[in-house]
Nanobody, 125 residues
């Protein structure tokens, strides 16, 4: 069982930046593909970004391209989401997720087996 713990959320003004972190308990973290999703009140959970276990592939939702960057540090069992130029519509709970290498469509929510509890990001106008 993979345990995921997100951190780094908070309140920021529009145009500001935040870096989210997700620490994984799994010793074989380097073999997991990782993703970030977000859920705003009253809305479905949406894809934000993902990075493959091999580091060769990263994926972003269209509205995040050029503003968000996903990265990982396998030595620290941690995946990051750097969020720049934040907008009020980025306000949501952000979730980290993990899946095994056999899952390749890592931009899809159903590909993920493990989820964190989420961290709140609030962007004020």
């Amino acid at each position: 069982q993979v345990q995921l713990v997100e951190s780094g959320g908070g309140l920021v003004q529009a145009g500001g930046s935040l870096r989210l972190s997700c620490a994984a308990s799994e010793r074989t973290f380097s073999s997991l593909s990782m993703g970030w999703f977000r859920q705003a009140p009253g809305k479905e959970r949406d894809f934000v970004a993902a990075i493959s276990w091999s580091l060769t592939n990263t994926y972003y939702a269209d509205s995040m391209k050029g503003r968000f960057t996903i990265s990982r540090d396998n030595a620290k069992n941690t995946v990051y989401l750097q969020m720049n130029s934040l907008k009020p519509e980025d306000t949501a709970v952000y979730y980290c997720a993990a899946t095994t290498p056999r899952r390749t469509r890592i931009w899809l929510i159903n590909e993920y087996d493990y989820w964190g509890q989420g961290t709140q990001v609030t962007v004020s106008s």
